[in-house]
């Protein structure tokens, strides 16, 4: 559903339910509802606005997607991140130092299971 769809999303993003309120323009209770599926067919209008703070395409956010834009999206997801890697100033000769980081990140939710 729609609502399941913009919450996990917007989890990626990093976005609370107030954060995405507040850039969005729209009320954090209408957010919720949407989220929570108790207002299932919200106006394009406010789609645009959730897609556009969360810089998606409304068919990501619809998730009206066949399996290649479905890849897309995720390689999207990947190139965000290395955008973000790359503009807080780590750079590809160090990118292995953090290895060690990643490695203890995956062992710690190892752990947690």
């Known amino acids: ?9 917007r989890k990626q ?7 995405l309120s507040e850039r969005t323009g ?3 209770s209408y957010l919720s509802n949407i989220e929570r599926n108790l207002k299932q067919n919200p106006s394009i209008h406010v789609m645009e606005k959730i897609a556009s703070v969360l810089k998606v395409d409304l ?6 997607a066949s399996d ?3 890849k897309q999206s995720l390689d999207q997801e990947w190139m965000d991140f ?7 100033g780590i750079d590809k000769e160090r990118i292995h130092e953090y ?3 990643i490695e203890f990140m995956k062992w710690h939710n ?4």
């Open 26 to 28: 729209i009320s954090k």
């Open 1 to 9: 559903m729609i609502g399941n769809n913009i919450s996990s999303i």
């Open 68 to 70: 290649g834009d479905a």
């Open 110 to 113: 190892d752990k947690r299971k």
């Open 13 to 19: 993003r990093g976005f609370t339910l107030s954060e």
């Open 82 to 88: 290395v955008c973000d890697l790359k503009n807080s």
């Open 99 to 101: 290895k060690i980081v």
């Open 59 to 64: 068919k990501t956010l619809l998730k009206i």
